[in-house]
């Protein structure tokens, strides 16, 4: 049982180019979502999704695309990466009344 | 809306000392509350949680935290601080059954030999 796994670990970019960050649970869990973590602003929920199927905006959407076209995978895509977008990210499952995390993403834009 | 205030970005304690690291949240409806740490270059990992009945709420390492609704709080406390404990602290608040997370801006916790 891995959890939550997260792929790159680390990546840096040129302005401009997309990627897609990488994200697969194992607990069958529906409801699936993705955070930034900047300095001093805690997370931010960037992109959720209740199930296979459905997705939907959190706090801070643009630049940023999310599919769900399985329970287990939730990629989320930066079509055309800024510097604003240097930040840690991290992907969550929810069972139970708890919220399970990868082990995130540093990203650099430069 | 749910929103999430965590007084002092920074705490220094002495090791062996109380750890005292508060929350105060808004909500409009009674609130799921969490706490989660994280340590250096790792995920977020649960600490406790509350969802309903007895307002202390024990979770793992010794922490534990009290819900007061007249003081829309959820502070996290711990008798006696170890060096292990370093690492930020996240208070989380959510209305929608564990979903939709909003998270504090987190504490930092240092603690000092």
């Known amino acids: 049982n891995a959890g939550v796994t997260q792929t790159p670990k680390f990546q840096v970019l040129k302005t401009g180019q997309s990627m897609t960050l990488q994200c697969a649970q194992d607990?069958?869990?529906?409801?699936m979502s993705w955070y930034r973590q900047d300095p001093g602003m805690g997370l931010r929920l960037i992109h959720y999704?209740?199930?296979?199927?459905?997705?939907d905006q959190g706090e801070v959407p643009n630049g940023y695309n999310v599919s769900r076209s399985t329970t287990e995978d939730f990629p989320l895509r930066l079509l055309s990466a800024a510097p604003s977008q240097t930040s840690v990210y991290f992907c969550?499952?929810?069972?139970?009344?708890?919220?399970?995390f990868g082990q995130g993403t540093r990203l650099t834009v430069v | 809306a749910q929103s999430v205030t965590q007084l002092g970005s920074h705490v220094s304690v002495s090791e062996g000392a109380l750890v005292l690291l508060r929350c105060n949240y808004s909500?409009?409806?009674?609130?799921?509350l969490f706490w989660y740490v994280q340590y250096p270059n790792q995920g977020l990992q649960l600490l406790l949680k509350?969802?309903?009945?007895?307002?202390l709420v024990k979770g793992i390492n010794g922490f534990e935290a009290e819900f007061k609704k007249s003081e829309t709080s959820f502070h996290l406390t711990k008798p006696s601080a170890h060096m292990s404990d370093a690492a930020e602290y996240f208070c989380?608040?959510?209305?929608?059954?564990?979903?939709?997370?909003?998270f504090g801006p987190g504490t930092r916790l240092s603690v000092l030999p």
């Open positions: 969550a499952s929810w069972g139970q009344l708890e919220a399970f």
């Open positions: 607990m069958n869990h529906e409801y």
């Open positions: 509350y969802t309903t009945g007895a307002t």
């Open positions: 999704s209740v199930g296979a199927g459905i997705t």
């Open positions: 989380a608040v959510s209305e929608n059954y564990g979903q939709n997370f909003v």
């Open positions: 909500s409009s409806v009674p609130p799921y």
